[in-house]
């Protein structure tokens, strides 16, 4: 089974500064789909940016953009010019390439992320 | 609007009672899921269904039962509810295109 592991519980950040939220995973595959998702107070899940295993080229979506290392199995998502709407838990899933698990997402355990102004 | 509906948003049991979350989506999307969320423990897989007619567990199956009603509906029942399976409820679909669509989630405590 694969894991997906966010070591950061809590993350700070001033507004208008950058932040990096780490994402590490274990996979014997070599085809799958790395996400971020964000959760406000709101308890929505909301879809950041994702990223296929296959695309050397980094996701960049306006202000947010991941860094995939593939040979280290690592998922960071990079946050530019903060602002409080970014307060939320974020968290980094992975997807299979294959039917495995009916598709279903697995996720890390999260990192709430606190902005000040 | 098109997406995930899930019932009740709140509900309080007793211990022992049983309930059932409902779930439907209207995307056409073949495989539903129930996640569960607890705090610092992410989102962890109940059960799925990859397709009409076919359920399978996940990481976290125990004390739930689940029942792919049709193509629209994913409903996850507590049969004896127990005061460990207090938290917050998503279900989720998928289609083709590795989107995602989750519901607003329910919150559940159980007393």
């Known amino acids: 089974a694969q894991t997906v592991t966010q070591s950061q519980p809590e993350m700070s950040v001033q507004e208008a500064e950058t932040v990096t939220l780490s994402c590490t995973y274990d996979?014997?595959?070599?085809?799958?789909?790395l996400f971020w998702y964000k959760q406000p107070p709101s308890r929505q899940m909301i879809l950041v940016i994702r990223?296929?295993?296959?695309?050397?080229q980094n996701a960049t979506e306006n202000r947010f953009s991941v860094n995939f290392q593939k040979a280290a199995k690592s998922f960071s998502l990079k946050i530019s010019d903060s602002q409080l709407g970014d307060a939320a838990m974020y968290f980094c899933?992975?997807?299979?390439?294959?039917?495995?698990?009916?598709?279903?997402?697995?996720f890390g355990k999260g990192t709430s992320l606190l902005v000040t102004p | 609007n098109a997406g995930v509906t899930q019932t009740p948003k709140f509900q309080v049991l007793k211990t022992g009672q049983s309930m059932t979350l409902q779930c439907a989506q209207d995307?056409?999307?073949?495989?539903m899921y129930w996640y569960r969320q607890d705090p610092g423990m992410g989102l962890r897989l109940i059960y799925y269904?990859?397709?009409?007619?076919?359920?399978d567990k996940g990481e976290v199956p125990n004390g739930y039962n689940v029942s792919r009603l049709n193509k629209r509906e994913f409903s996850l029942r507590l049969e004896s509810a127990a005061p460990s399976q207090t938290s917050v409820y998503f279900c989720?679909?998928?289609?083709?295109?590795?989107?995602?669509?989750f519901g607003s989630g329910t919150r559940l405590t159980v007393v």
């Open positions: 995307m056409n999307h073949n495989s």
């Open positions: 899933a992975y997807r299979a390439s294959f039917a495995n698990s009916g598709y279903a997402l697995n």
């Open positions: 990223q296929e295993a296959y695309k050397q």
């Open positions: 989720a679909s998928t289609g083709i295109y590795y989107g995602y669509t």
């Open positions: 269904s990859a397709s009409e007619g076919t359920t």
């Open positions: 996979t014997s595959e070599s085809d799958y789909y």
